[in-house]
Antibody, heavy 119, light 108 residues
Framework: QVHLVQSGPEVKKPGASVRIACKIS????????IHWVRQTPRQGLEWMGV????????NNAQNFRGRVTMTRDTSTNTVYMELSSLTDEDTAIYFC????????????WGQGTLVTVSS | DIVLTQSPGALSLSPGEGATLSCRAN???????LAWYQQKPGQAPRLLIY???NRATGIPDRFSGSGSGTDFTLTITRLEPEDVAVYYC?????????FGQGTRLDMK
């Protein structure tokens, strides 16, 4: 059974960057995609983009293009999402989620990482 | 972008009753690539239904999905107290993937 475990909460100042880790266990690291979704009271659930851990290719949502970078470390089965130029509107819970085949939806989720942006 | 509008925004029902949740898209969701998720406080969303009508692993048959094109429905029969949650629809037929704003289900 697959498990996605995310890194702990972060507090950042405006203008800073944050990097969140998502460690995947229980699954071959190249047989799925990892999507990132964030949740805010104002915007609800917002899709940020996707990475293929097998080859590192990414596709980011237009709203975050230029600010989000997704990478992976195959030696530790970990995917990373870095968001730069933070503003208070980036205060949110960030989730990673696994998709094996898109037709079957987002079938496993990390526990979420709270990022607070405050001066 | 495909905008998903869920209704009602909230509903309060008694255990044993049935619930009907609606999700309407402003454009056709091709391949019926629409999913439903359940989210309880402090938890990540949990996949209930994928591709409109397929139950995810471990989801009881009290949950069912239907629809096509722009109109989709999640039906929950024989409500149980554990069903208290916010329910979201999601389309993944076209980037960007988008979610509805959610329907909050409470128990009387």
């Amino acid at each position: 059974q697959v498990h996605l475990v995310q890194s702990g909460p972060e507090v950042k100042k405006p203008g800073a960057s944050v990097r969140i880790a998502c460690k995947i266990s229980g699954n071959t690291f190249s047989n799925f995609y990892i999507h990132w979704v964030r949740q805010t009271p104002r915007q609800g659930l917002e899709w940020m983009g996707v990475i293929n851990p097998g080859d590192g290719k990414t596709n980011n949502a237009q709203n975050f293009r230029g600010r989000v970078t997704m990478t992976r470390d195959t030696s530790t089965n970990t995917v990373y999402m870095e968001l730069s130029s933070l503003t208070d509107e980036d205060t949110a819970i960030y989730f990673c989620s696994r998709v094996v085949t898109i037709s079957k939806g987002f079938d496993s989720w990390g526990q979420g990482t709270l990022v607070t942006v405050s001066s | 972008d495909i905008v998903l509008t869920q209704s009602p925004g909230a509903l309060s029902l008694s255990p044993g009753e049935g619930a009907t949740l609606s999700c309407r898209a402003n454009q056709t969701v091709s391949s019926n690539y629409l999913a439903w998720y359940q989210q309880k406080p402090g938890q990540a969303p949990r996949l209930l239904i994928y591709t409109t009508s397929n139950r995810a692993t471990g989801i009881p048959d009290r949950f069912s999905g239907s629809g096509s094109g722009t109109d989709f429905t999640l039906t929950i029969t024989r409500l149980e107290p554990e069903d208290v949650a916010v329910y979201y629809c999601q389309q993944y037929s076209r980037a960007p993937i988008t979610f509805g704003q959610g329907t909050r289900l409470d128990m009387k």
